[in-house]
């Protein structure tokens, strides 16, 4: 079995290397750092692609930018691909109204040029696709709410579950990210439905673990755990720090791609988060992390919210519980937050 993942240094696509790896795949990562150009020097992922190679045992690592049409197709023309994890983006809403192009180019170009790429030399391949609950742009926010002590919550019995992918995707505020990131979702369901290939779209929650160069523009609860232990300053942007986010671990994320790769439903859509058990606001998050370590962050509370940020999003999880049913979390909230807290204790 031969896999390709994209974005090969990042939390998703470290996760999908060893994983694959560990299964004795050959897998062959592109990563070419831009989290490090998006970021700057905290946004690096090098260390985790040195990591990666001196752990893997059948991992190959190439600096390949996605944008690049004419390399991607020689990518895929020079192997047999039978699985192709793709998770290279720039990730974050707030950075793209700063780097429009770059935004563009990445999440739905680079996306373009993988689908067609697959399309021509190796269409029997599956291929996934990591999306995000910011296609629904800040709809969710018009849903009914009631204010508990420490985090908003669905007032509306139709979202007690969370939110399912019928939810609708446009006539909202989505972020230049949330739009480029909509186009490739839509590409990609569009490669499976109409040229046949078996592509899945995942749209993710809030996708976690130790393994994310975690800055404040992304990577939410790595960076806020880095900022606890540290006891440095950490700005709440609005909603009195009650928003609800899903954390997901990125292990659990890889095998959901797993199950789907096994049985794989060309052009389908997915929501991908913690769901509600690992539904968690940011002041209960400080509050876990505070039990566990004595340590918070030095809180500055700002009225605004960020532009079309969700008040409380949690993933339905049922309808790919329904098709994979052997697929469940293995993570809990306290699980993942223990974890990152280990890992960022030891570095
Ligand atoms: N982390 C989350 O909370 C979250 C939530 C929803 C969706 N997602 C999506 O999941 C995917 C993975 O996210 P992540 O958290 O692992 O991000 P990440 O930034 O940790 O990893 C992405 C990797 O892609 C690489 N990359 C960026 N541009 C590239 C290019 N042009 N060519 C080659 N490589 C490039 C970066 O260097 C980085 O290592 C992304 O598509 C993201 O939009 C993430």
């Known amino acids: 079995m031969q896999v390709l993942v994209t974005g090969s240094s990042g939390l998703v696509g470290s996760e999908a290397v060893e994983f694959f790896d560990s299964l004795g795949a050959d897998t062959v990562g592109v990563d070419n750092n831009m989290r490090a ?36 197709d020689k990518l895929f023309a020079g192997n047999a691909f039978d699985i192709v994890i793709h998770t290279a983006a720039q990730p974050s809403h707030d950075l793209a109204a700063r ?39 800040d709809r969710p926010n018009t849903i009914k709410l009631k204010e508990l002590e420490t985090r908003w919550e669905y007032d509306d019995p139709a979202y007690a579950g969370g939110i ?70 950490y ?9 609800v986010r899903d954390q997901i671990h990125s292990h659990d994320v890889i095998r959901a791609f797993w199950a789907f790769a096994q049985n794989p439903k060309p052009g389908e859509v997915y929501n991908l988060g913690g769901g509600k058990t690992n539904a968690a606001s940011l002041l209960e998050c400080l509050e876990i992390i505070e039990t566990r370590t004595g340590k918070r962050p030095q809180l500055t509370y700002s009225e605004q919210n960020r532009i079309g940020d969700h008040i409380c999003y949690y993933s339905d999880l049922a309808k790919l519980k329904r098709d994979f049913p052997d697929w469940d979390l293995e993570y809990d909230l306290d699980r993942i937050i223990d974890e990152i807290i280990q ?4 570095t």
Do not use: W
């Not at 260390?47 to 690592?61: G, I, K, M, Q, T």
């Not at 890992?343 to 030891?346: D, E, G, L, W, Y």
């Open 164 to 233: 399912s992918e019928d939810f609708p995707v446009d006539q909202s505020l989505h972020s230049l990210f949330g739009a480029s990131k909509l186009a490739a979702d839509v590409m990609t369901q569009e490669y499976g439905r109409y040229f046949g290939l078996k592509t899945g779209i995942f749209r993710g929650g809030c996708l976690t673990g130790p393994n994310h160069a975690g800055v404040e523009l992304h990577g939410f609860l790595n960076y806020l755990v880095h900022v606890a232990l540290q006891e440095g300053p």
């Open 343 to 346: 890992h960022v204790s030891a």
């Open 37 to 72: 150009d998006f970021f700057g020097p905290k946004g690096d992922t090098s260390a985790n692609r040195d990591r990666l190679l001196s752990v893997c045992r059948h991992f190959s690592h190439i600096d390949l930018d996605i944008r690049d049409r004419a390399e991607v």
């Open 99 to 137: 780097r429009p192009f770059d935004d563009f180019d990445v999440n739905a170009g680079g996306t373009l040029n993988l689908l067609e790429a697959c399309r021509r030399h190796a269409s029997e391949a599956v291929f996934i696709f990591v999306s995000t609950n910011k296609v629904y742009g």
């Open 235 to 243: 700005t709440i942007y609005g909603y009195k720090g009650k928003q």
